[in-house]
């Protein structure tokens, strides 16, 4: 997801601290949302060993299918995103999600 390590004393309010048998270890900092799309991106496409739009239509779909099982059409321009990503139209990615079943998703402001 392209989390950061930190120092405990380096923790911010938002970040995440872990403690072992009651002492803070190490600090987490995750990232914004729209950097964790393209992290998903880049593991599917790490996955898949070759660019996303060279895939094949059923591989697409399977990679919207991921995509959407992970969230990552709640964040803005998520569908713009990912149709780039995988060479294809925002209509095609909608149309992906509902041969699945799912709603379309929200599209932020």
Known sequence: MGGELLAP???????VVLSWEGAPVVAVRLPHLADSLDHLLADLRRRHGRPLAELGRKEKQQVVRQLEERGAFVV???VETVAAALGVSRFTVYNYLNREGAAPPAEGP
């Open 76 to 78: 803005r321009h998520g």
């Open 9 to 15: 004393a380096a923790a911010r309010a938002d970040d």
